[in-house]
């Protein structure tokens, strides 16, 4: 089977003016690039610049005002309701705040169960995905029983990655996945990272403002300057 | 001569999971001479870092017990009251905590928040301590001064509302700056901005740094100490570029290896809860230079030429 792609073609956003039908700044232009299945594209920039936003509209958790992103081949825009349901569910986003990321009420077995019926996974079957899922991320299943106030944000990291991989995602959208971890968890969580993509094969678009970190991560970079991405493809020219 | 002298400095917490000691006999000195006055503080997130620099503040949450001695011009810290801290915090002792949004009051202008400083500690009537917050504004490049201390924290970056409590921090020249992950967070540009506010403030108005961090980009630039603390110990300290080049304790060694201009090795498995830290040294059981003495028996320091380690391996 070949491998489905992730594309941005010509995407650009402008914010609304409040209360006015003029349309309102740029922060995207004509933002071009696509990745696939088992391959890291790196999105780097300064705070501001948008990376989020485009991070929001790969998902498809916000609109373009132009241009369009496609997931296998179809527009976002023109998906019919199977291609759309497929498109949420192996299409995944991975914030900066972990702790943001899961409820606070909740302990973590019940957050995991949660994702698995709402995917429509038979109960039965919900206990051996779920420890599959932590084995994959290296957390033992004593964590089933804690809450994410008793976690450090490495593994509520981790959690939210077994979380992810419980959907089987061909992409992972990584918005600054380490940006609040310290040196040695970020170092952990990126080769744990790299490890789950050589044995799931998914694609990364991986954001963030370390240039080490993303240089480390990815195939191929973008850099979001003045409102567009300017693209590199082979890691030694990138001039940063 | 030390402006600040910390002696044994252990810190307890009572919570529903039991007792916990999140920092564990520390002794440090900041501004020890002939090197440098910054002091940087590193380790992995819940070594007890944060905890160390809230005891210095007289900042430590009722459930924390705090023992030892934290001298400061002879005085002991720890037996301060709540007014007399009032006096000495923000004038000779100041702080820049983490989270700049939550460290900074949403309802107040920033030009309040940065003359608050000179109307509660120096009396300033509010039109001078107004234009005092202006120069230190002006001072920092943050462009349009007036238009900016008019604004809210809401409407600034994290970057420049860093920035503003560095400023609030520094307005009086205090004798120690406790700095706790000023840069976290930050892109690379307002990371150099931050970095640069912090070096000027050390050297404009004599301030000693005691910088908090995992950053040790920040720290090899700002402080000529380096300590390193583990699961709530200080377990090697030592001249920043001395320890940069050639780091002794496994731990220190562990965490050089995980920067990017080492690959990002990773260290293996997790930092001990502190409710139940391991018998022995504290990191044997991740530690690739392990030996039989490690698991059972408590690594005294050894030092040498002021270099300190807490290790077997330097007995």
Redesign the interface.
Known sequence: MSPVSLRAEHVSKRFPRQGRREPGPLLLEKVTFSVNQGETFGIMGASGTGKTTLAKILAGLEPPSSGAVTYAGRALNSMDRNTRTRFRRRVQLMFQNPEGSLNPRKRIGRSLKEILRLAGSPAEAHRDRIVWALKQVGLADEVLERRPSQLSGGQNQRVVLARVLLLEPEFLILDEPTSSLDIAVRAQLLHLLKSVQERHRIGYIFISHDPDVVRFMADCIGVIEGCTLKVWAKMGTVPI | MSCLKIEELSVRYSTSSGALTAVDRVSLDLCPPPSSQALALVG???CGKTTLALAVLGLLPANAEASGRVLYEGRNLLDLSEREWSRLRGDRISAVLQNPSLALNPVYTIGHQIGEVFRIHRGDRRDDAYQKAAALLERMKLGDVKRRLAMYPHQF???MNQRVLIAAAVALKPRILVADEPT???????KSAVIEELRIAGAESETALFLIT???DAAGILCGRIAVMYAGEIVEQAEARAFFAEPKHPYAQ??LD????R?????PG??PALTAPPQGCRFHPRCPRRMEACRDIRPETSTDAGWEVRCHLYR
Do not use: N
């Open positions: 992995e997130t819940g970056s994290e970057g976290k967070g930050l892109d690379a540009d307002l995992h950053d040790l562990a965490l995980s920067l990017p201009e690959g990002f090795l990773a260290i997790h930092p």
